[in-house]
């Protein structure tokens, strides 16, 4: 504890400074006048918004009955439901069950400070002066690798921590340490625990590559065997933190839709040669923001499947001049130095790498495993966004009278560069809009102040060395303001959250469900004419149990697949579904009296293959009320006659229980309108019995005659097996960090 005190006393500067311009660069966020966007509004602040309602401090919400029909929740790896400070979300929840949007920009946003802290100490470790090192910080934390994916915040949360994973893995080989490597092990496991694995995977590859350069270049002969055990000592706690989630999410992907891996599609958005230019000119083929009234669709580059707007986020990677300035200055002057050839290798790499079907790397891995899985392969730009800033760093503090005429080099580059853009060579030559020319001319003001004012700074550190320790917090200022004119404004949307999903009170009274009695579903798209009556993430803010949803993975069966849409509106119990009024020829929702009820029994049956079962019930025109579609034979002995008779009460509905009181005249099978997933278990007065796949899609049961009390229960083994694993993963990383003192004592 008096180390942390100390830390904190010794830097309280970096971290006002970095709280400081944190707050000025999403200043419009926090004060509640702009919000994040797209997935974020999709995506992110409904699922976090049903996550801190459903859950308490031993509760998991297991199952999402809310999207989809009903879909797993917690193994849907991008949740990120054990992500440590997602949390402190459920201490904000309102009384009314809603997450205020500012709580959650906040916890995002806070990122920014703890990637600025992480990289400071970073190029501190490195013996980059603090100063120097200030300049780093801020170059990778407001480049726009991290500012664009605020609306993919996992992928932020990875990129804020990767700094201090990379440290901690870095002093373990150092110093050949256990503690640094449990560190970083644990680090990395709870950031793992966010949910990108793309990123994790770019996380752990380049801890790999460095450990082959430390063995290489600084590892004594003597030290090899200890450094390879140090080096997979992170890697086996990370993954045993991880493993709480990681064995449910793969026990969902392997029931989930995936697209048919294929080069095509993984090397999608891949940066093309021309796109360097945006390291000096970031809009030079346009930019998107948040705010469409501004700019709306304005990325002007054209990709091998068309215009699209979201690569604009999937390939931006500027980190501002003052990093690209020095960091080439850097290479120039101290290009023998290992460490600098270690950065710029990796530069290189996310360079080539990023370059996707524009060069060969990137189809060299794709027939690694993994690296065959993920598409964007701009995201690993996140490389040679740090190795420049950490260049930058080096190459401030490499500035001499003997070296300053050397950095004419890198500032000619970026003037020379700049001047080819106002010349119209772009525009001819690289497809450029001719509507974005007015942005290049002013682009070249703008850097050509950037340049003197770096030129500037720089004379004056040869000249007056007393005052190097404020000339360089001019750069970090100057970065800074490049930064925050290129990347601010992307975040600033109008839209708030909280008023999109604000649904009429009314509809919303009669769509939310009343459990356990009143149960229904709700259709709220149709597809001709297009029309959504609300939010593709509705269902989870109001309880409302929707036949749509918005989620990047689906179930393979997400709901029966019966030839019409009546037939499918029926057996999900869908009591309100929306259609076109004839006399207004407007949407409006109609109530449906037909639909089963929840749970209904039948006493015939017919057996389907895996293989043919969708193709029988696709055309079928039985009566679903009286027979089942079953693809396994039941044990249970029916009678097939038309006396059946089948009452049920439901006793308890939530996210992942479902207790039922029942009671029929003979035996039967009795089936429930909800999707089929194997961790969902069933009893009978206590006893395990089988869930059956019914109709597709849907669960059943055998049921015997008579009165029974049922429970269907959401018990995942593999959750219970990855709890253990991660619990004692912890348990051995604490008594890993705190047994060496407690020994010395």
Not at 41 to 49: A, D, G, M, R, S
């Amino acid at each position: 504890m008096n180390k942390i005190i100390n830390t904190i006393k010794d830097n309280y500067l970096i971290i006002i400074f970095s709280l400081l311009t944190t707050i000025i660069f999403f200043n419009q966020q926090i004060f509640g006048n702009s919000f994040f966007w797209e997935d974020f509004l999709e995506y992110v602040y409904p699922v976090q918004t049903f996550a801190a309602r459903e859950s308490g401090l031993f509760d998991v919400p297991f199952w999402n009955p809310f999207s989809f029909n009903g879909m797993p929740f917690f193994a849907d790896l991008q949740v990120g439901f054990f992500y440590p400070l997602h949390r402190i979300l459920n201490l904000f929840i309102s009384s009314d069950g809603y997450l205020p949007v500012g709580i959650l920009q906040l916890i995002i946003i806070i990122h920014f400070v703890i990637s600025q802290l992480n990289t400071y100490f970073l190029a501190r470790s490195f013996g980059i002066s603090k100063n120097a090192s200030l300049v780093s910080a801020i170059s990778y934390s407001f480049s726009m690798i991290l500012v664009v994916h605020v609306i993919h915040p996992m992928m932020l949360y990875h990129l804020a921590w990767f700094p201090l994973i990379f440290n901690l893995f870095r002093q373990s080989l150092i110093t050949n340490n256990t503690k640094y490597g449990i560190l970083a092990g644990l680090v990395f496991g709870f950031t793992m625990l966010s949910g990108h694995p793309q990123s994790t995977l770019y996380v752990a590859f380049f801890l790999l590559l460095y450990m082959i350069y430390f063995i290489i270049f600084e590892s004594k002969k003597d030290k090899i065997f200890v450094n390879l055990l140090l080096s997979a000592l992170p890697i086996l706690i990370a993954f045993g933190i991880f493993a709480v989630q990681y064995l449910p999410s793969t026990e969902l992907a392997e029931l989930s839709q995936r697209d048919e891996s294929n080069y095509e599609l993984v090397s999608e958005g891949s940066l093309q040669l021309k796109q360097t230019v945006t390291m000096i000119l970031p809009e030079v083929f346009g930019k998107i923001t948040g705010n469409p009234q501004e700019n709306p669709n304005s990325f002007y580059l054209q990709f091998a499947d068309g215009y699209k707007t979201h690569y604009y986020w999937e390939t931006s990677f500027y980190f501002g001049i003052t990093a690209l300035v020095f960091g080439l200055f850097q290479l120039i002057v101290n290009y023998k130095d290992k460490t600098t050839i270690f950065l710029l290798a990796m530069s290189l790499f996310a360079l080539f790498y990023s370059f996707g079907s524009n060069f060969f790397l990137h189809k060299l891995f794709y027939n690694l495993p993994l690296f065959d899985t993920f598409r964007n392969p701009g995201r690993i730009l996140f490389y040679l966004t740090l190795s420049m800033s950490l260049l930058a760093g080096f190459g401030i503090d490499a500035l001499n009278k003997k070296t300053f005429k050397l950095i004419l080099i890198p500032t000619t580059l970026v003037l020379l560069f700049t001047l080819i853009g106002i010349s119209g060579f772009y525009t001819s030559n690289l497809q450029i809009n001719p509507e974005l020319i007015s942005s290049i001319n002013s682009s070249f003001t703008i850097n050509l102040f950037y340049v003197i004012v770096i030129l500037g700074v720089a004379f004056l550190i040869t000249k007056q060395k007393k005052l190097t320790h404020y000339l360089v917090i001019i750069l970090a200022l100057v970065s800074f303001v490049d930064l925050y004119i290129a990347g601010s404004k992307f975040n600033q949307s109008p839209v708030n959250p909280q008023e999109k999903y604000a649904l009429n009170s009314e509809l919303k009274s009669i769509f939310k469900i009343n459990p356990p009695n009143e149960i229904f579903r709700v259709n709220m798209r149709m597809y001709s004419p297009s029309y959504m009556a609300m939010n593709r993430s509705q269902g989870l803010v109001d309880n409302i149990m929707l036949v749509e949803g918005y989620n990047p993975l689906l179930l393979k069966r997400p709901v029966p697949r019966l030839a019409t849409k009546e037939q499918i509106h029926d057996i999900l119990n869908v009591k309100y579904e929306i259609g076109i009024d004839k006399n207004t020829n407007q949407p409006r929702f109609y109530e449906r009296f037909d639909r089963f009820p929840h749970f209904w029994a039948v006493n015939q049956y017919s057996i389907f293959n895996e293989s043919n079962i969708l193709d029988k019930i696709s055309t079928t025109d039985e009566d679903l009320r009286k027979t089942v579609y079953l693809e396994s034979n039941p044990k249970i002995k029916l009678e097939e006659n038309e006396n059946l008779e089948f009452d049920f009460k439901t006793k308890t509905y939530s996210n992942d229980l479902i207790e039922i009181e029942t009671e029929s005249n003979q035996n039967s099978i009795m089936l429930m309108s909800e999707i089929y997933y194997p961790a969902w278990k069933a009893y009978i007065d206590g006893n395990e019995t089988p869930i059956l796949v019914a109709d597709y899609a849907l669960r059943a049961i055998e049921l015997p005659k008579g009165k029974h009390k049922i429970k269907i229960v959401y018990e995942s083994s593999s959750f219970a097996t990855g709890k253990w694993i991660t619990i004692i993963t912890l348990l051995l990383s604490i008594i890993g960090l705190f047994l060496p003192k407690f020994m010395k004592k």
